[in-house]
């Protein structure tokens, strides 16, 4: 596989509908008024997993970009509180910031500067690359999307 073809698939791991739902799909036509909601047997909120996905993937960006990464606390600084609500400016903007975010990662994977094997300065004696980070916050992504997507089929709230 040459260069170019491993950063399209890289990118089309984060932005391209394959194998599972993709993120514009789940969120779409979301019902405001459930955005707080906890779905039956579930400690969060939908408004929470949708944070989550956005702080994990941020912790990520950071992580790769970052000379002085420090890392969240797990499990707490990967999610908001649990009381914490948000409101349909709140909700929009956990997608605005999640779109923005991921378009920071297409972009430095499609920097041919990029080197997608380096270790990464924050990653010590595991010697973590972009290529890693980059499969790990796909299929993080996947699982939490195709979660919200089965939350909101067992709630009723598809169009």
Same mark, same amino acid.
């Given at each position: 596989?040459?260069d170019?073809?491993?950063?399209?698939?890289?990118?089309n791991? #984060?932005i391209?509908?394959?194998a599972?739902?993709?993120? +514009?799909?789940?969120?779409?036509?979301?019902?405001?008024e459930?955005?707080?909601?906890?779905?039956?047997?579930? +400690?969060y909120?939908? $408004? !929470? #997993? #949708?944070? !989550?996905? %956005?702080?994990?993937?941020?912790?990520i960006?950071?992580?790769?970009?970052?000379?002085?990464y420090t890392?969240?606390?797990?499990?707490? /600084?990967l999610?908001?509180?649990?009381?914490a609500?948000?409101?349909?400016?709140g $909700?929009?903007?956990?997608i605005e910031q999640?779109?923005?975010?991921r378009?920071?990662?297409? &972009? #430095?994977?499609?920097?041919?500067?990029?080197?997608?094997?380096?270790?990464l300065p924050?990653? /010590?004696?595991?010697? !973590?690359?972009?290529?890693?980070?980059?499969?790990i916050?796909?299929s993080?992504n996947?699982? !939490?999307?195709?979660?919200?997507? &089965?939350? %909101? /089929?067992?709630? /009723?709230?598809w169009p």
């Amino acid at each position: 596989m040459n260069d170019q073809e491993l950063r399209n698939q890289l990118v089309n791991m #984060l932005i391209v509908r394959q194998a599972h739902m993709d993120f +514009e799909d789940a969120v779409a036509n979301f019902p405001q008024e459930q955005i707080n909601t906890k779905p039956a047997n579930c +400690e969060y909120t939908f $408004w !929470h #997993l #949708l944070e !989550h996905l %956005r702080i994990c993937q941020k912790d990520i960006l950071d992580y790769i970009i970052s000379d002085h990464y420090t890392e969240l606390a797990f499990p707490t /600084g990967l999610w908001p509180d649990r009381a914490a609500l948000t409101d349909k400016a709140g $909700w929009q903007e956990t997608i605005e910031q999640f779109y923005a975010d991921r378009q920071q990662l297409v &972009s #430095l994977i499609n920097d041919p500067n990029t080197d997608l094997f380096a270790p990464l300065p924050n990653s /010590g004696e595991h010697r !973590h690359n972009i290529l890693r980070e980059i499969n790990i916050i796909a299929s993080h992504n996947a699982y !939490h999307t195709g979660e919200l997507a &089965s939350l %909101r /089929g067992v709630m /009723g709230l598809w169009p």
